[in-house]
């Protein structure tokens, strides 16, 4: 088991919110300092926040869990499921109105590419 799946798995079972970015082998956490988006190194598990400069490890993030919960991180593949569902719901209730399935389309179209210019 690679010390990258270990990284990961802690973030998953502790369900807390995390970007992972393989190409930069970096995963994105909410800051246990001050909330903003902390980087970690996937396979070292060193982790630094820009925003408030603190750093530490996993086994840092590990004490914290067990006294306090993360915070929230804006996470764009959930989000557009969310978007997704609501939409999916509301042309369920409106079946005739045919611009919200082109209104889903769009707005994963739209996701897609932003995706594919970062
Ligand atoms: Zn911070």
């Not at 369900?15 to 082998?25: E, R």
């Not at 750093?55 to 764009?76: D, Q």
Request: charged share 25%; proline share 3%.
């Amino acid at each position: 088991m690679s010390s990258e799946y270990v990284h990961l798995s802690f973030f998953k079972t502790h369900k807390i919110d995390y970007i992972y970015h393989p190409n930069s082998k970096t995963i994105e956490f909410p800051c246990i300092h001050c909330q903003h988006a902390a980087k970690m190194s996937s396979k070292s598990s060193e982790w630094f926040c820009d925003h408030c400069h603190q750093n530490g490890n996993l086994s840092n993030l590990l004490e914290f869990s067990k006294l306090h919960t993360f915070g929230k991180l804006f996470v764009p593949k959930k989000e557009l499921k969310r978007i997704i569902q609501i939409l999916n719901r509301l042309s369920k209730k409106y079946p005739d109105e045919c611009n919200l399935s082109s209104l889903k389309n769009r707005i994963i179209y739209l996701v897609n590419y932003c995706n594919d210019k970062n």
